[in-house]
């Protein structure tokens, strides 16, 4: 047996205990339990979650797509980033060249401290039983009782800036790319008839919660001080009729209400 | 806690048991009994933070785009006064970095109102954060923004939004070194505007996001058994430990040194009846090689015996409502609102967020802010709910909610669960910056209440539930304390849900079946620039 901790001294039956030793021993024991190091707390982190979302306007400004931004910027001359996220040309549904823009939600943030990230998750809140007649759903849904299509041109990023060329996007680090996946594998319920059981207050007037719930957990992915993160979410465009046109419609932005969360594991600090 | 305060051991001075053994059982006692306090750790805070996430901030012609939000951080429940009277107890919020980003599209380049690029406005690009202070209302303030204080007021300015490819722009930045402490019984105005106002142009700051980040002096769980800490709903029962510690007080597995004889010669290896110089100190050694347990694993789980007395951080989860472009006031609305039929739209409409639960979070307030600028709607038929559930049945198919917290009213009841109110301040009067801070109550028994604010300024303020835990767990801890599902309800078990926790839901509704949504008084806002907000405030555990 040996001390591995708290105290570099040893002290064994045949060898010498002097006093000098043992004080030394009791000393680092002393400075450990009088301030106790950070790196044996066993469990320092703490959880930070960040909720993200809005209702999608439905009809009344035309053209109100924010915060959907288009995916490429080369139809500015003076652009610099033509694609802004690379990688989204892995998806491999059936034609990705029918989709003739990608829509980005992109949230970007800076800690000043390492964090670790825990968990990027999306839900895409479908309910077509509005009373009112205006809902999210997608046009390629089953109706009554409404489930969306199954679709694979859903693409979910987490990036991080190269630290020395932060506004070249070729250079981001993709710590994260979520795509070409059946969405059925996460469908929020396969069977939206199901009345709830116990409903909460107030009560929805969208009925039934239909959509995906799209989750990316347990990363534990490291992050550095000063990390410039961007959190992506991608929908296609078809402007050109065909499957992806007749289930995300033209307007692709308008089919669901999305909210988005990421959790961070944070470190203690001192006071 | 007091130093340890270990003898020393001085040349000449004969060596006795209490030089050693009891020295050594006084460091096994604080790391396997007594615990260890935050202030004998090397870092006894914990953080976090309220990041405030808006959709879309646009312009006005001639005016900056603006995004606001009000707060207030209220301690937990055992530390909360409810008259406001600051209190040797008062948690210390300290503000130690603010971050703000916008999607930029990856260019040095303004984003108009369609989305577009716009280098010709580049130079309009900037932001500013302005954080006033407020004497809440409940508290004694006025709603006169006037009598505010300013303590923060941060521009990102122009130039570091216009670096080119090879360059770096401050998107996102972090801004530190703030060391503002903030006054858990104020209230506080969160203002941003972006970008600058050109005046011909409409631009958009999108997917803005501010966070202010805040560390905290770790605090103590809660126990669903100890009346001094109020009684926890929901809270899962561990059933394989010891008996007291079952629904969330710590647990220990006492260490203590064999101590010899006073006369006994010493010894260095362990001997029956005498743990020995080299078997004491292996006994601390491996009380904590192996690190201090503590907190909670994303299964509500403990990590075993625990070595420290406080194992939770205060903690805010701001939740957007309605916050995507929608003004709402009068006749006007930018684009029709979901649900509520043609116009005047006397169908009821909701907004609502999805708030995945990974670790553990006992809810200990739930506060609305409902943004209105400068009017806010007074007709009676107007009604507002504002909800907090947890829900069950994600990615199946079934599904179930229990309520933690919910509160309604209307025109001309709203003034029950108002905390504060404010308007202005006038610097931003072109915009419109004011609304109302609620309280929405916490599910409880009728019997058993938690601790609110001051029943004297408004009686509805004094009704609060005890805190509410959101955890999951394994089958074996399905069992939960007993949890109401309405303010002022009955205890009730939901075995639809209990056990089973997946996601937390907020949903804030509207309906006026008289006037209808667009059939409010002209100038009354329902929905104001910027949206509304909840705030989810209580405990989070190490792990």
């Known amino acids: 047996m040996s001390t591995r901790r708290v105290t570099k001294q040893q002290f064994a039956d045949g060898t010498t205990i002097d006093g000098n030793r043992i004080e030394v021993a009791l000393r680092d024991i002393e400075e450990i339990a009088d301030r106790v190091p950070a790196g044996l707390i066993a469990n320092r982190f703490t959880q930070t979650q960040i909720s993200m979302g809005f209702q999608p306007v439905l009809s009344g400004a035309a053209n109100w797509k924010q915060p959907w931004m288009t995916f490429q910027n080369s139809i500015a001359s003076e652009a610099e980033n033509t694609f802004r996220v690379k990688g989204s040309g892995a998806v491999t549904h059936a034609n990705p060249y029918d989709v003739s823009d990608w829509s980005l939600w992109e949230v970007s943030l800076q800690r000043s401290h390492p964090v670790i990230l825990d968990s990027f998750d999306l839900f895409m809140v479908q309910d077509p039983g509005g009373s009112g007649g205006q809902a999210y759903y997608m046009p390629g849904g089953s109706p009554s009782p409404y489930i969306p299509p199954n679709v694979r041109d859903l693409q979910m990023f987490v990036l991080v800036d190269n630290p020395f060329l932060p506004e070249d996007r070729a250079q981001a680090s993709m710590v994260v790319h979520k795509a070409d996946f059946d969405s059925d594998a996460w469908l929020f319920t396969p069977n939206p008839s199901a009345p709830v059981v116990s409903d909460m207050l107030p009560p929805h007037p969208g009925g039934s919660i239909s959509g995906w719930s799209v989750r990316i957990s347990n990363l534990r992915v490291p992050l550095a001080p000063y990390s410039r993160v961007r959190f992506v979410i991608a929908i296609p465009q078809y402007d050109s009729p065909g499957p992806g046109q007749t289930n995300w419609g033209l307007q692709p932005w308008r089919t669901f209400a999305p909210s988005a969360s990421v959790t961070l594991l944070e470190p203690n600090t001192d006071g | ?543």
């Open chain 2, 1 to 543: 806690m007091a130093k340890i305060g270990f003898r020393r051991l001085s040349r000449g001075v004969k060596f006795l048991i209490e030089h050693f053994y009891t020295q050594i059982d006084k460091a096994l006692s604080r790391f396997t009994e007594a615990q260890v306090l935050p202030e004998d750790m090397e870092q006894g805070y914990s953080r976090f933070s309220i990041d405030f996430s808006w959709g879309s901030i646009q312009t006005d012609l001639g005016e900056s785009g603006l995004g606001s939000a009000a707060f207030t951080l209220p301690p937990p429940q055992e530390r909360f006064q409810p008259d406001g009277v600051t209190s040797l107890y008062d948690a210390v919020y300290t503000l130690e970095s603010v971050c703000a980003s916008f999607d930029q599209r990856a260019e040095a380049a303004a984003i108009e109102a369609d989305g577009d690029l716009s280098f010709d406005e580049k130079d309009n690009v900037a932001i500013k954060i302005d954080i006033w202070k407020r004497r809440m209302v409940t508290f004694g303030g006025t709603s006169d923004m006037n009598d505010a204080s300013l303590v923060l007021s941060l521009e990102l300015p122009n130039l570091g939004f216009l670096a080119d490819k090879s360059g770096l722009r401050t998107n996102p930045q972090v801004l530190t070194g703030m060391s503002e402490v903030f006054d858990p019984y104020s209230s506080y105005v969160l203002v941003v505007t972006a970008p600058f106002a050109p005046s011909s142009v409409l631009l958009d700051a999108p997917n803005l996001l501010v966070s202010l980040n805040f560390k905290a002096p770790i605090i103590e769980v809660d126990k669903a058994d100890d009346v001094l800490h109020h009684k926890v709903q929901n809270m899962p029962q561990v059933p394989d430990l010891p008996a007291g510690a079952q629904y969330g007080a710590t647990y220990t597995s006492p260490v203590s040194a064999d101590t010899p004889a006073a006369d006994a010669l010493i010894v260095a290896d362990s001997v029956p009846g005498d743990s020995g110089i080299q078997g004491s100190i292996e006994l601390v050694d491996n009380a904590i090689k192996s690190g201090l347990n503590a907190g909670r694993s994303m299964f509500s789980r403990r990590f075993g015996a625990e070595g420290l007395m406080y194992q939770a951080g205060y903690d805010v989860i701001a939740v957007p409502m309605w916050g995507n472009g929608w003004f709402v006031s009068g006749a006007t609305a930018s684009g029709d609102l979901p649900y509520v039929g043609i116009g005047p739209g006397t169908d009821p409409t909701c907004d609502r967020r999805i708030i995945p639960i990974k670790f553990p979070f006992v809810v200990h307030h739930v506060m609305a802010y409902y943004n209105y600028g400068w009017n806010r709607v007074t007709a009676a038929s107007f009604e507002q709910q504002v909800g907090v559930g947890i829900g069950t049945g994600e990615r199946s198919d079934s599904y179930s909610y229990r309520q933690v917290a919910h509160a309604t009213w209307t025109g001309t009841s709203y003034g029950a669960n108002v905390i504060d109110r404010f308007t202005g301040p006038d610097v931003y009067a072109a915009a419109g910056v004011g609304g109302d801070i609620l309280n929405i109550p916490l599910v409880h028994d009728a019997t058993v209440t938690g601790v609110g604010y001051d029943a004297s300024v408004s009686p509805a303020l004094a009704d609060q539930g005890p805190p509410f835990y959101v955890g999951k767990t394994n089958s074996q801890d399905a069992v939960r304390s007993p949890a109401a599902n309405t303010p002022g309800g009955a205890f009730v078990a939901m075995p639809s849900i209990d056990g089973r926790e997946q996601f937390l839901e907020v949903r804030w509704s509207m309906h006026d079946p008289v006037l209808g949504m667009y059939g409010q008084a002209a100038g009354e806002t329902a929905i104001g620039r910027g949206g509304h907000w909840v705030y989810i405030i209580g405990k989070k555990h190490l792990c």
